[in-house]
């Protein structure tokens, strides 16, 4: 299918401090300053496209240098850009603080106004849809934009895994997560979505509590992470379980969500269970905390253990000759 898996999200410019010693939270810290193309629609578009698959991104850029560069780059990837929107304020801008560990401990974010977006869908999201192998969406995103691409979504049988950015404005759209086919979070905003604390909970304990939440929330399939501990994951017919994170020394906990995220959803679109998803999610994730960066390295697709095939998917498979290129 021409679009592949199908993002629909965010383009942010991350802009993120790094200490040199002990982060003092009310002193002056000396350190270092990175900016990065981020954006959680963005990462996981790229982290996609970076298991040499050919996703679709569809989103809203600066209609600047900056915003060419972002393009640029994804289409580097071989991320199909033609989704992309070029406009006035297109990106948002994340500015966060980190501690000694890689850890958030403090962070500014602005959203772009989402206008643009939702005209785009009106009229070009039959084409996007009818010929996408799945989608990731960006749950907290304009109302308007999330219905329509639901609504695409649901007409040509896609299914939908759905993400996060800002867990406070997703709580609050039940209805939406229930025509998702997986929810992908962490363990803070499962706690947010359903008013509860689980931070006594053992992962096997958590990942029994989620089965009954689902069923009772009407939510088909949920997996959380949570950090060092690894992740759970259960549906609403009682499937759950457990899974080891990968042990690695951490630089920088950006984007390993939104590599998670990405390898859950390439592991479901071409043919894995949910365990087999979430050991793609973690491997991906590992290899992101490792570095500044907010995305996974490259890797063949048989090295996750996925199969695309090249006469079905001829339009998502990288052939040996081009990798040389």
Known sequence: MKNGIVIVGNTFVDIKGFPFDKYIPAGRNAGSVEIVHGGVGRNVAEDIANMELRPTYV?????????????????????????????????????????????????????????????????????????????????????????????????????????????????????????????????????????????????????????????????????????????????????????????VKVRDTTGAGDAFCAGVAAGLTYGKDLPGAVQIGTRLAASVITVSENVCPRFRPEELGLTVRRDVHPELYFGDEELKK
């Open 59 to 247: 989103s809203m850029v600066d209609d600047t240098a900056q915003g060419e560069e972002v393009i640029k780059k994804l289409r580097n990837h071989k991320v199909n850009t033609d989704y992309i929107v070029s406009l006035p304020d297109g990106m948002g801008i994340w500015l966060a603080v980190f501690d000694e560990t890689g850890d958030v401990v403090g962070s500014i974010s602005k959203r772009p106004v989402m206008d643009a977006m939702a005209e785009l869908l009106d009229k070009k999201g039959e084409e996007i849809f009818s010929e996408c192998d799945s989608v990731v969406l960006e749950i907290d995103m304009d109302k308007e934009v999330v219905k329509r691409v639901l609504r695409l979504a649901a007409k040509y049988n896609k299914k939908v895994y759905a993400v996060v950015a800002n867990m406070s404005i997703a709580s609050g759209r039940r209805d939406f997560l229930q025509q998702t086919d997986c929810f992908v979070c962490n363990l803070q905003e499962a706690e947010i979505l359903f008013v509860d604390s689980f931070a006594d909970l053992t992962p096997e304990q958590l990942s029994k509590e989620l089965v009954s939440r689902l069923i009772r929330a009407k939510i088909p399939s949920m997996i959380v992470t949570l950090g060092s501990r690894g992740s759970v994951y259960a549906d609403c017919n009682g499937t759950h379980g457990t899974y080891s994170a990968d042990k």
